[in-house]
């Protein structure tokens, strides 16, 4: 079986990890690294529950394999919080109900990041169309959009016409 020594920087943190050339990111994050916030759920990219940032860009990791991140930037959703103080993301998906079992909530988090890296204003359908490659059992949607577009609102700068962490 071949192996890879790669290095992969996850949540500001090097790792040096050797790794099978079948091992996914997804398995590589939580099994040899412990980050367990991305899950495994379909393993087809098709619910998007394991979406992480590579290189600033939102990933299904479990069709990407961990060899071909060698170098690069990972974020999971362990690193949005700073300590106990949530992310506006992760408080806009408490305060609007916008997740129920929470195994999607990883994922939608992380596409929701970033697509509000790309468009910090996007509209709801803008929004819908950033998470359609993420599936939910549970909500129905309608709160996760409000979530999103409820932390897009929060994390606007104030220099946006007055609208910033205010709102219309």
């Not at 920087?9 to 050797?18: E, I, K, P, R, S």
């Not at 299904?60 to 949530?86: F, H, I, Y």
């Not at 992380?110 to 790309?118: E, F, I, N, P, Q």
Request: one cysteine or more; charged letters at 25%.
């Amino acid at each position: 079986m071949t192996t890879h020594d790669i290095t992969l920087t996850v949540n500001g943190t090097a790792h040096d990890l050797t790794v099978e050339s079948r091992t996914l990111l997804v398995h590589a994050l939580r099994d040899d690294l412990g980050y367990t916030g991305t899950n495994v759920g379909c393993e087809t990219s098709m619910c998007g529950a394991c979406t992480v940032l590579v290189d600033d860009e939102a990933v299904k990791s479990c069709t990407l394999l961990a060899a071909a991140c060698d170098g690069g930037e990972v974020r999971t959703v362990e690193d949005l919080a700073d300590g106990s103080e949530l992310h506006p993301l992760q408080e806009a998906f408490s305060q609007e109900h916008g997740l129920q079992c929470g195994y999607c909530t990883p994922g939608m988090l992380m596409t929701s990041v970033d697509l509000l890296a790309d468009d910090p204003d996007p509209s709801r359908e803008e929004i819908r169309e950033a998470l359609e490659g993420n599936l939910c059992r549970c909500t129905g949607y309608q709160n996760i959009v409000n979530a999103v577009e409820s932390a897009a609102r929060t994390m606007r700068p104030a220099t946006d016409g007055g609208r910033g962490g205010g709102g219309d």
